[in-house]
């Protein structure tokens, strides 16, 4: 027995499976093994993994079978008391098993822990923060299905819970398999948290599975049915089918719109329409929301020209919208200047200038104007009051 079995699928990814295994290999926490689950890799890995000279790495080969088949392998074969994930792209920051175990050895009341990730390039260069949470949350199964901030390369979960579920990895849901996973955890009783610490680095390429945003939102909408038709789920979940059904529909246009595929997001968009019309009320910000949210994330590289292209490439029928391109770019703007003050940060004055430019009546709200006097104006002149 060890304190941690740490599971790595693997598929023709030698390079960046031997930075990801040599970031195990470098844990403050010295107790565990390391399971690379080899998913019929044809460039080496074997080879290269077994050359690896230490003997808490494990190495297994299996005929290609999806990474949620070699999940489930890793899982079937671990020892340890805790289950954690590591993709064979991304890498694990020193602290993270030591953090994860220690957080669990003392809250018995917790069956899995989430954490943040750097999310970086190709290259190893650092392009943002996910999910970047305020504080440590808990996580229930309402959250998790409107926003999943659980990434396998940044959970650990108890033996005994894998083991409560019974079930493994749904190889028909990737590339969303994993969301589906903690879904079921948490419907079976789990208790997660998800922290603000930063664990992994999380690598963005064209290899990712969510690259293709057609397939990934079908698969979102499948994964949405699974869970709705588990005796489990709770009335009030079912009640809000419409709602979610939509909010996925409508996250998945933007998706599509980030990454090119103007035909699939409109499609999307006339679905969120059918299932519940309230998001597109002109009384309601809910569309404006979830569109400048989806601008801020990892999706998208150029936040101005993401939202320029919903606009310019809407429906027919939803033409009436246009007339809130600026509030919305008013509105991303003028958001990264509310959240870098709730994270402590100064704002920066171009995002306070674009956004009352955009939308000249966020010059009558007093809260942007406090903003601007106590954290922009007043931190620069304490910053040239000590450097002179």
């Known amino acids: 027995m060890v304190t941690v079995s740490v599971v790595v699928p693997t598929h023709n990814r030698r390079e960046y499976l031997l930075e990801a295994l040599g970031s ?15 998913d019929g890799s044809t460039d080496g890995t074997g080879d290269a993994v077994q050359s690896v000279p230490d003997s808490r790495v494990r190495y297994v080969y299996q ?51 989430g954490g943040s990730a750097a999310l970086i390039s190709t290259d190893g260069l650092e392009r943002g923060l996910w999910p970047g949470l305020p504080g440590e949350q808990s996580v229930t199964l309402t959250d998790a299905l409107y926003a999943c901030r659980l990434m396998p390369t940044t959970v650990t979960i108890r033996r005994c ?3 409560r579920l019974g079930e493994g990895f749904d190889s028909s849901l990737e590339p969303v398999e994993d969301k589906d996973y903690f879904l079921r955890l948490l419907l079976a009783g789990s ?27 079908r698969q979102n909408l499948r994964c949405l049915a699974k869970i709705l038709a588990n005796p489990r789920a709770p009335v009030e979940i079912r009640e809000s089918e419409r709602h979610l059904r939509a909010y996925y529909y409508l996250s998945g246009a933007f998706h599509s719109y980030a990454v090119g595929q103007f035909d699939a997001g409109q499609r999307f968009l006339r679905g969120a329409e059918e299932c519940d019309p309230s998001f597109f ?14 601008a801020q994330t990892f999706h998208v590289t150029d936040a101005k020209a993401f939202i320029a292209s919903v606009f310019r490439h809407l429906p027919d029928e939803m033409a009436y919208l246009r007339k809130y391109r600026r509030e919305a770019s008013a509105a991303f703007h003028l958001k990264r200047v509310f959240d870098a003050h709730a994270a402590g940060e100064r704002p920066r004055m171009s ?11 966020w010059l009558w709200n007093r809260g942007t ?11 620069r002149t304490l910053s040239i009051d000590r450097h002179g």
Do not use: C, M
């Open 24 to 38: 195990v290999l470098r844990q403050s926490h010295s107790d565990f093994e390391v399971i690379v689950v080899d």
């Open 63 to 113: 005929t290609n079978s999806g990474r949620s088949a070699a999940r489930n392998r890793g899982i079937a074969l671990a020892r340890g008391q805790y289950i954690a994930f590591l993709d064979d792209d991304d890498i694990y920051l020193p602290h993270r098993l030591s953090a994860h175990v220690g957080y669990l050895d003392s809250h018995l009341n917790v069956d899995f822990i």
């Open 161 to 163: 819970a894998i083991e």
């Open 191 to 217: 208790h997660a948290v998800v922290q603000p610490d930063v664990v992994s680095k999380y690598r963005i390429h064209v290899g990712n599975s969510q690259q293709d945003a057609s397939h990934s939102t």
């Open 281 to 294: 009320d002109l009384r309601s910000t809910a569309f404006l929301d979830l569109l400048v949210a989806f």
């Open 351 to 361: 995002d306070w200038v674009l956004g009352v430019t955009y939308n000249p009546r």
């Open 369 to 379: 104007w406090s903003i601007l006097v106590r954290d922009t104006f007043r931190k």
